[in-house]
């Protein structure tokens, strides 16, 4: 399946400074979910298999979003919503369950059309997986997935698997800063290559503040 573009309309010059949009699109949840988690091509990844029966919604937005000098390209939310008072929150779900069909999504995933329209293939895979990591399986007490009362996982958000500064890598090493991991998948060849990312994620952007 051909990779989704945002609507025309989000990216346009004249509509980038227009008032700020969001649109679901059922075509890129569809792509996103076969592509990456439901399918069997050269893309789908093992470890978002916990998403198989998720409710996933994503929102393209032409609004400017940027932190420390960066364009903000995509942020992940768990939903429902709950940082808000009573009525901010009953308004916000009432908005999402709109956008997708009368149901509350687990996640609520939102794209930058006009940075995501300039992407090409790898960097746009890059960021969707960069998402769909954050989408995590809540654990228990021994580190097993959970479930609730009637066999549904339970979700949760995950963070980085590295968040060292580097001084503490350069003066104590990678082994013991707990980021060998990823210095060895950074030096070994990319399965996917040609991605650049430069930008930023709302998800991570929130937990830094």
Not at 72 to 95: C, D, H, S, Y
Not at 122 to 132: D, I, K, N
């Amino acid at each position: 399946m051909t990779r989704p573009y945002p609507p025309t309309h989000l990216v346009e010059p004249a509509f980038i400074d227009a008032p700020d949009r969001f649109e679901p699109d059922a075509e890129l949840t569809s792509w996103i979910m076969d592509t990456f988690i439901n399918g069997s091509g050269p893309l789908v990844n093992p470890e978002h298999v916990h998403l198989s029966d998720a409710h996933l919604g994503f929102l393209w937005t032409n609004s400017y979003n940027a932190k420390q000098m960066r364009v903000v390209l995509g942020q992940t939310e768990i939903m429902p919503p709950m940082a808000m008072g009573k009525w901010q929150r009953a308004r916000a779900i009432q908005q999402i369950e709109e956008w997708f069909g009368g149901e509350m999504p687990d996640f609520l995933i939102t794209f930058s059309a006009p940075a995501c329209d300039g992407m090409n293939d790898a960097s746009f895979c890059a960021l969707v997986e960069h998402e769909l990591y954050h989408c995590a399986q809540a654990l228990d007490a021994f580190g097993m997935p959970k479930f609730n009362k009637a066999g549904q996982p339970i979700y949760a958000m995950r963070g980085h698997d590295v968040e060292e500064f580097v001084g503490v890598v350069r003066r104590y090493g990678a082994e013991a800063a707990g980021v060998q991991p990823m210095i060895d998948a950074a030096n070994a060849k990319p399965l996917i290559a040609g991605a650049e990312i430069d930008g930023i994620c709302g998800t991570c952007a929130l937990k830094a503040a």
